[in-house]
């Protein structure tokens, strides 16, 4: 899959899932977007919670005021952090604004220890016509080390 062009699209509140996506960068290269809402997020556990729930609960979507071009990569890495065992909604608002047909994705998150594959269900369902493929997903404590585990799962995807 040498000759495929990435990208690496990431969502991150309090750094964590950025520092994860820059060791997956180092090792795959292509482009990097970070995910930014219009309207930060707080880093307060309470105040994302009772804003997403909210969100979750009204149907809003988190704009988004920069984006990019996707139709130029065929290979999509999208990045999150865990919440509610689930994808954060600007990662929810980016997958359903975007036209995944025909191109591979594969989701990567960063967790406080919590399963992930609920949210790697959520992409299938959001990244129309994509096909996703297995996820990663490192604890916050282990993305300095994660190196051999980023390279393991490249190999089972197919990318490495
Ligand atoms: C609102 C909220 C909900 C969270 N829910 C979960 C969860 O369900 N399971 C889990 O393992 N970690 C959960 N976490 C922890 C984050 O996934 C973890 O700290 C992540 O590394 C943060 O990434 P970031 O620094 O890129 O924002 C939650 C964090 C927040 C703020």
Redo the contacts with the bound molecule.
């Keep these: 899959m040498s000759e495929k062009s990435f990208l690496l699209a ?11 996506a820059q060791n997956i960068h180092q090792i795959v290269g292509g482009e990097i977007f970070e995910i930014k809402p219009q309207k930060p ?1 707080s ?4 105040s ?2 009772l804003r ?1 729930g909210l969100d979750l609960v009204t149907g809003n979507k988190t704009p988004l005021p920069s984006t990019t071009d996707i139709s130029k990569y065929d290979v999509i890495f999208v ?8 994808t ?1 909604s600007p990662i929810n608002t980016f997958l359903s604004d975007h036209n995944f047909a025909g191109k591979t994705v594969i989701p990567f ?8 594959g609920k949210s790697f269900g959520n992409v299938q369902k959001l990244a129309k016509g994509a096909t996703v493929l297995d996820g990663l997903q ?3 404590g282990n ?1 300095a080390a994660s190196k051999e585990a980023i390279e393991k799962w490249l190999i089972k995807v197919g990318i490495k």
Aim: with cysteine.
């Design positions: 990431y969502y991150s509140s309090s750094g964590n899932t950025k520092a994860l997020y880093k307060s556990f309470l994302i919670l997403s990045g999150y952090p865990l919440w509610i065992s689930n954060p998150c960063t967790t406080g220890g919590g399963k992930a490192v604890r916050a993305i």
